[in-house]
């Protein structure tokens, strides 16, 4: 496909690396100089400096021969001013805008075909919606949760005195085969591989598990780890994806939650929204809050301000005077993606990857309802449904080539979650969860599509 991306930003540019992995002829408009030419010197493809809303750069990029057009720009007005432009003037089967103003958004506000576009997406909202995933399932450990099936996907870190160190990922299956799971990849020091039965997990691993909600609790036990049911938690920042996470929650759940923010006005604007929500003004920095509220209570607390430093320190604090589970919201840098796995905090949730997600999830086709990337993009995770025209029907799992660049982690049938074998066959309906490398991408869509 031909794909013409408006925004180098930190979203338009993980849109194109993705893309870029999977073989697609991508095109960058960029029209800071400095963003531009950083980069061209990073992704392999076209990179234009100009203004996405000059009919002669659009000219220039190609956008008359592209499938899709994406505005990722930091502006809501130049994204849906382009893709106005691109829908009036160029014959795009699909435009895609990035839209974060809740005057747009809020009660029924913009839909798909407005202003010629296709699909929005909203980066706040699609990370809300991984939050409330998390909460929803009650554990923070790096959990991915799936449109079609209840399956859980984890990001486990294996330190020195696990179980599963120094053991073979046959064996582990093997002494814990009534857990209904599957290893998917590893990440080793930022190297990361699908796993056969002969890999040796070692410390510092950071492996992938898939399986059902009870099996994960039996995995998570039998490591250390016990889920606790939440009864209050405090979201610390009123922040457009505080926003959203809260319009998600029931009254009942909004009613077990603080929220803190130092903005008086922000204050007032969610306790009238939010009538069951304990609004508190104040500075998160201020030791007397914690003191006062008695935060090391609590048994989550929501990191969800506009600041990723503020958020990954408060949440490494709150853990250190007694606070249960922590999240910190990433938004602006995700080079702290790397060093929070090391951090004494249980879920890091990255706005950018949230927006890559939906965006790939749109490009990819009806068939496909779920797609993650995991492991700063090396790994992705994806759900789709077997439609009856496909070529995989009838056989067994064993029989499909995937090279070792992928594996079929787990399939739903009529409602029932299966970990498969090499003897489990496919049918037609079958929502099945595929992990691959990166680079094998457009391989694996070729095979399963």
Same mark, same amino acid.
């Given at each position: ?29 960029? !029209? ?28 220039? =990029?190609? %956008? ?27 014959? %795009? !089967? ?14 029924? +506000? ?12 909203? !980066? ?8 409330? +995933? ?59 591989? #699908? ?7 070692? !410390? ?31 979201? #610390? ?6 926003? /959203?996470?809260?319009?998600? /929650? ?79 919201? #990433? ?18 949730? =990255? ?13 990819? +086709? ?33 029989? #499909? ?41 457009? /391989?694996?869509?070729?095979? /399963?599509?």
């Amino acid at each position: 496909m031909k794909i013409v991306i408006l925004g180098a930003g930190i979203r338009g540019f993980q849109i194109a690396k993705h893309l870029i992995s999977e073989h697609n002829d991508v095109v960058l408009i960029e !029209p800071n100089p400095e963003q531009a030419s950083f980069a061209s010197s990073k992704l392999d493809c076209i990179v234009i400096n100009g203004s996405g809303n000059s009919v002669d750069t659009l000219k220039e =990029a190609g %956008v008359a021969d592209a499938d899709f057009f994406i505005a990722m720009t930091d502006s809501d007005e130049v994204n849906m001013v382009a893709c106005g432009i691109v829908s009036s003037e160029f014959d %795009v !089967p699909s435009k895609i805008a990035c839209i974060r103003n809740l005057t747009y958004l809020d009660l029924k +506000g913009l839909s798909g075909n407005v202003l010629g576009i296709d699909y929005i997406v909203n !980066p706040e909202a699609e990370a809300a919606r991984t939050i409330y +995933g998390i909460v929803e399932k009650g554990d923070f450990n790096e959990v991915i949760t799936f449109e079609k099936s209840d399956l859980l996907f984890h990001n486990i870190l294996i330190s020195e005195d696990s179980r599963f160190v120094y053991k073979h990922v046959r064996t582990i299956r093997r002494y814990m085969h009534r857990y209904n799971f599957l290893i998917t990849s590893v990440n080793r020091k930022s190297r990361v591989f #699908i796993p056969s039965g002969d890999t040796e997990i070692l !410390p510092d691993d950071i492996i992938s598990v898939v399986s059902e909600e009870k099996g994960m609790d039996k995995i998570f036990r039998s490591l250390g780890h016990v889920k606790k049911k939440m009864k209050k938690g405090v979201i #610390i920042g009123g922040s457009k994806t505080a926003w /959203f996470l809260l319009k998600n /929650f029931s009254p009942v759940t909004r009613s077990r939650f603080t929220l803190v923010d130092m903005d008086s006005e922000v204050c007032k604007r969610f306790a009238s929204q939010y009538p069951e929500l304990l609004v508190i003004k104040s500075d998160v920095t201020d030791e007397v809050l914690y003191e006062d509220e008695d935060i090391g209570s609590y048994d989550i607390i929501l990191n969800l301000t506009d600041n990723d430093e503020l958020n990954i320190i408060t949440a490494i604090y709150a853990k250190r005077i007694g606070v249960d589970r922590a999240l910190a919201l #990433i938004k602006n840098n995700n080079n702290y993606l790397r060093l929070t796995p090391h951090l004494d905090i249980d879920s890091v949730v =990255a706005v950018s990857r949230s927006t890559v997600s939906s965006v790939l999830r749109y490009i990819r +086709g009806e068939n496909y309802s779920t797609v993650q990337t995991i492991f700063d993009g090396k790994v992705e995770i994806c759900e789709f449904t077997i439609q009856e025209d496909s070529s995989l029907i009838g056989k067994k799992i064993r029989d #499909i080539s995937l090279k070792g660049r992928a594996l079929i982690a787990a399939l739903t049938r009529d409602g029932r979650n299966i970990i498969p074998s090499g003897e489990t066959g496919i049918n037609a309906g079958d929502v099945v969860v595929v992990t691959a490398e990166r680079a094998s991408v457009a /391989f694996i869509q070729k095979i /399963f599509s």
